[in-house]
């Protein structure tokens, strides 16, 4: 058996707890247990040296090394190094020779994402970055380049206005979700969404004992004649650019009357827009906060656009709760990760998102019209599909078809 630094003092440490080296009792000189192990006494020395500092033995000038009374009251046995079971990375499911293709709404084609480009940026951010951006950083809302960067990005894609202090930057979307519940929400406060939603979000809201009012979609989006009369959420959760998972768009009526509804209840709405970049016909939906920056949240992600393990999201908050966000964001996690954030701060500077997003909505388009072909031609044009003007999702009916457990069991392998 070959040992090593770690082995031995396992094995001196086993000895120990199982009494073959009794309490008080001298050990074998570190020239003795070298020979016996067949090791370098220099590698015994300093075992040996590491065990006195952690208080299983004692040296005594001119009489050896002893065992030191550490408190073991029953057998005790440290598992040896080499039975040491090895996780193995799990196996992909489905592997075989069948080409799996994905159902996964909303999920970007990462195969297309300029990896070379980022690649390079980051190269280049890494190179050149102050001493200063690897350390901890002042501002908890975020780099203030990669904010600016954000707000022209909304200003051209989005059409509203903001200040980058206005901008939070978070670990994704879901962080900007968790944040806003715990400051808006404690136990039995209602909370008003979308019905249906996607799981995590019902979860999320869940998390906070919330009472949680469902409210009905149906083909221009929320239905607002629905919410709450006899009571007042603390907030509202609407998907108005692209529905989730309906796909309708929230229209230019409902909006009025939704935000006039908050201004008479003093709710806030928190506007997820998670990918509506990608409209295949026109410029993409403006934000809902372009018509009440007051008591809307704006929430955003570069999961889709770019891709998913990149973990940065974002916020655009009215100045009262700037402050009491930032403090829940410092207790939270301090800070996003700085480095990945000037990556992208200068990924955007350099055009390099907005040409990717371009070449993106040719290719998600051409795979949507492909999709919607293949499918009329499967089902005899017995399917209506709806939710396709943009984004990465679209909706299928079957009229008088049923999907069975198992092949729904199957689409989400």
Not at 45 to 57: D, F, H, N, P, S
Not at 139 to 153: E, K, N, T, Y
Not at 187 to 211: C, G, L, M, R
Request: glycine share 6%.
């Amino acid at each position: 058996m070959r040992f090593s630094n770690s082995s031995i003092g396992s094995l001196i440490r086993d000895r120990i707890f199982q009494g073959s080296y009794e309490l008080g009792s001298l050990i074998p000189s570190t020239r003795e247990l070298a020979k016996e192990l067949g090791v370098s006494r220099a590698l015994i020395v300093e075992v040996y040296e590491q065990l006195t500092a952690e208080g299983y033995l004692e040296g005594r000038q001119g009489s050896g090394t002893y065992v030191m009374d550490i408190g073991k009251s029953r057998p005790f046995q440290i598992q040896p190094e080499d039975s040491i079971t090895i996780d193995k990375l799990p196996s992909s499911k489905g592997s075989g020779h069948f080409n799996r293709i994905d159902f996964r709404p909303s999920f970007p084609a990462l195969e297309h994402v300029p990896l070379k480009k980022w690649k390079r940026t980051a190269l280049d951010v890494y190179d050149n970055a102050p001493s200063s951006a690897f350390g901890y950083q002042e501002d908890i809302a975020g780099s203030w380049s990669l904010r600016q960067s954000i707000r022209q990005h909304l200003l051209k894609f989005k059409g509203f206005h903001c200040v980058p202090s206005q901008i939070i930057v978070t670990s994704g979307a879901t962080q900007a979700i968790s944040l806003l519940c715990k400051l808006l929400l404690k136990p039995k406060d209602i909370v008003a969404i979308e019905d249906p939603t996607a799981a995590f979000i019902h979860n999320i809201f869940a998390s906070t004992d919330a009472q949680i009012v469902p409210v009905p979609v149906d083909e221009h989006g929320l239905c607002v004649d629905n919410l709450p009369t006899h009571s007042q959420p603390k907030c509202i959760f609407v998907t108005p650019s692209h529905q989730f998972p309906f796909g309708s768009i929230l229209s230019i009526s409902r909006r009025i009357q939704l935000l006039d509804y908050v201004q008479r209840t003093r709710s806030y709405i928190i506007e997820d827009d998670y990918d509506s970049e990608f409209r295949y016909g026109g410029m993409p939906i403006h934000a809902l906060r372009e018509l009440d920056s007051e008591r809307v949240i704006y929430v955003g992600t570069f999961s889709k656009n770019l891709f998913p393990s990149l973990r940065l999201g974002y916020m655009v908050v009215p100045q009262e709760l700037l402050e009491p966000l930032l403090e829940l964001k410092r207790m939270a996690d301090m800070q996003c990760p700085t480095l990945p954030q000037l990556t992208l701060a200068q990924f955007m500077k350099e055009g390099h998102l907005e040409r990717h997003i371009t070449r993106m909505k040719r290719i998600y388009g051409k795979r949507r019209k492909h999709l919607i072909a293949a499918m009329n031609e499967a089902f005899d044009g017995k399917v209506t599909i709806s939710g396709d003007a943009s984004d990465l999702h679209l909706v299928a009916k079957f009229p008088g078809r049923n999907i069975d457990l198992l092949t729904s069991m199957q689409l989400e392998e």
